[in-house]
């Protein structure tokens, strides 16, 4: 099969892709720019007949775990998996992803050496694309795409996720603003942080700067207009019991 008749199977299917280069993308937002659109992947395609597909992980509300063999990372997954009737590929470098539903928490980069988790604004290289090795990736025959498709996320799995630490009221003003700038991953310029929203779904490029907080005054946002106090932004984004 053709990568442009593989694209549209895709788009057939619903599923927001994009083309790369190798494992880098090829559009000016990357994985920003996936889409399920016919017109516009035939034009991708037709444009990078041989580009490789990437397959959105948020835009399709898909994680995968993304097994790597140069860190053992087979090895390690077989010694904490408890089984996965899942969607399942090959990789050309002798990987493995597995493709799940998201089921929407935050998790760690990795959930051991060689055990990658990609979500979120991540994408993976999907079949029948060509690895740098010159290898094709592949779906597992008992487990294709299609066939079988991606399985919640099982309980055992989720004991990974990452839970957010809760906020100590009894801290004090400086501890305070260290945990919202770690907590919302802010970035100070001049006076003030900034960052992405927590209270909204960004939609367009560069929004994710127009969330400002100002630790002596408050936070605002700029996209839809939440705001408050340092206090009241805590109390919102935080498991703290107040």
Same mark, same amino acid.
């Given at each position: 099969?053709?990568?442009?008749?593989?694209?549209?199977?895709?788009?057939?299917?619903?599923?927001?892709?994009?083309?790369?280069?190798?494992?880098?993308?090829?559009?000016?937002?990357?994985?920003?720019?996936?889409?399920?659109?016919?017109?516009?992947?035939?034009?991708?395609?037709?444009?990078?007949?041989?580009?490789?597909?990437?397959?959105?992980?948020?835009?399709?509300?898909?994680?995968?775990?993304?097994?790597?063999?140069?860190?053992?990372?087979?090895?390690?997954?077989?010694?904490?998996?408890?089984?996965?009737?899942?969607?399942?590929?090959?990789? !050309?470098? $002798?990987?493995?992803?597995?493709?799940?539903? /998201?089921? @929407?928490?935050?998790?760690?980069?990795?959930? %051991?050496? +060689?055990?990658?988790?990609?979500?979120?604004?991540?994408?993976?290289?999907?079949?029948?694309?060509?690895?740098?090795?010159?290898?094709?990736?592949?779906?597992?025959?008992?487990?294709?795409?299609?066939?079988?498709?991606?399985?919640?996320?099982?309980?055992?799995?989720?004991?990974?996720?990452?839970?957010?630490?809760?906020?100590?009221?009894?801290?004090?003003?400086?501890?305070?603003?260290?945990?919202?700038?770690?907590?919302?991953?802010?970035?100070?310029?001049?006076?003030?942080?900034?960052?992405?929203?927590?209270?909204?779904?960004?939609?367009?490029? !560069?929004? $994710?700067?127009?969330?400002?907080?100002?630790? /002596?005054? @408050?936070?605002?946002?700029?996209?839809?207009? %939440?705001? +408050?106090?340092?206090?009241?932004?805590?109390?919102?984004?935080?498991?703290?019991?107040?």
């Amino acid at each position: 099969m053709s990568l442009l008749k593989a694209a549209l199977k895709y788009s057939e299917w619903g599923l927001a892709i994009f083309p790369l280069e190798g494992k880098q993308p090829l559009t000016a937002h990357g994985v920003k720019d996936a889409t399920s659109s016919k017109g516009l992947i035939e034009q991708w395609w037709g444009h990078w007949s041989d580009a490789n597909i990437g397959l959105a992980m948020g835009a399709n509300s898909l994680m995968a775990i993304d097994l790597d063999p140069r860190d053992d990372g087979i090895r390690n997954w077989r010694e904490i998996t408890q089984g996965l009737m899942t969607t399942r590929v090959i990789t !050309g470098g $002798g990987g493995i992803h597995y493709y799940l539903r /998201d089921p @929407g928490v935050k998790w760690p980069r990795k959930l %051991a050496p +060689g055990i990658d988790v990609q979500y979120g604004n991540k994408y993976v290289v999907a079949p029948p694309s060509i690895h740098p090795s010159g290898e094709e990736y592949k779906y597992d025959p008992q487990f294709r795409l299609g066939d079988v498709n991606p399985c919640e996320c099982p309980d055992w799995l989720l004991a990974f996720q990452e839970i957010p630490k809760p906020f100590v009221p009894s801290q004090g003003v400086g501890e305070r603003e260290d945990y919202l700038i770690e907590h919302l991953k802010l970035t100070q310029k001049k006076n003030r942080y900034w960052g992405v929203c927590p209270f909204h779904q960004e939609r367009e490029e !560069g929004l $994710g700067t127009r969330f400002s907080v100002d630790m /002596d005054i @408050g936070y605002h946002c700029f996209s839809c207009g %939440a705001s +408050g106090s340092v206090i009241d932004l805590l109390r919102r984004t935080t498991q703290g019991d107040f």
